[in-house]
């Protein structure tokens, strides 16, 4: 029996964090320290069978700018289900989860996609990002084009422009 819980992560203890990063070595061969430090900070979907954790996904805010303005933007980062638990619902579950946070609190949702994850948020709704992708570091605006095809986003409040240019605020490791 699977229960699906959400916390910030000011309410994880340092157990459960151990074994959120553990679930996502296991579901991504490279993660790297940045990448779990990019799915921290906001609210995660847990899905528990019993003691153990067997699918993470957090959204954290994050500034999109886009069409002159900076959008208050519910970021999607760290979405995974361990192989083997796999088209039992559970990925759905998490997203729903977040979905409703991303409605409740932001301008727009957005994540960066792997390949494989793609048509899985096409599927709930979420929108690929069509124009140009850049990021706003420390050198200024900065393309990203290695994202560009990537990104994808839940309108929530705003009108967008698909096919317009969306830049992300900085940080270390992966923009996106
Ligand atoms: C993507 C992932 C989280 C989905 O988790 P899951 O628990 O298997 O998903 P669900 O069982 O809720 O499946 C929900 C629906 O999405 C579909 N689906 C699942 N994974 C999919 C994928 N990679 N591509 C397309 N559709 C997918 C299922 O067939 C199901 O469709 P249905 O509702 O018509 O039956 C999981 O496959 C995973 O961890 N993949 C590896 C990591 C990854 O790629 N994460 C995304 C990074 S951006």
Same mark, same amino acid.
């Given at each position: 029996?699977?229960? @699906? ?14 074994? +959120? ?5 296991? +579901? ?12 921290? =900070? =906001?609210?995660?979907?847990? @899905? ?10 957090? @959204? ?13 933007? =519910?970021?999607?980062?760290? @979405? =995974? ?96």
């Amino acid at each position: 029996m699977a229960e @699906v819980r959400t916390a910030h992560t000011a309410d994880l203890d340092a157990a459960t964090l151990a074994a +959120v990063r553990a679930l996502l070595d296991e +579901v991504f061969d490279d993660l790297t320290d940045q990448d779990f430090e990019h799915a921290l =900070g =906001g609210v995660h979907a847990l @899905v528990w069978e019993g003691a153990e954790l067997v699918g993470h996904a957090s @959204v954290i805010q994050r500034r999109l700018l886009n069409g002159g303005r900076a959008l208050r933007t =519910g970021y999607v980062e760290g @979405v =995974g289900v361990r192989a083997e638990r796999r088209g039992r619902g559970y990925g759905s579950a998490m997203m729903d989860a977040l979905e409703r946070v991303v409605r409740g609190a932001y301008e727009l949702g957005a994540l960066g996609a792997t390949d494989a994850g793609a048509a899985f948020y096409a599927a709930r709704g979420w929108r690929l990002w069509q124009g140009p992708t850049s990021a706003l570091t420390l050198a200024g605006m900065t393309r990203t084009e290695e994202d560009d095809g990537c990104i994808h986003v839940l309108p929530v409040a705003v009108p967008l422009d698909l096919t317009s240019e969306l830049t992300c605020d900085w940080r270390d490791g992966d923009p996106w």
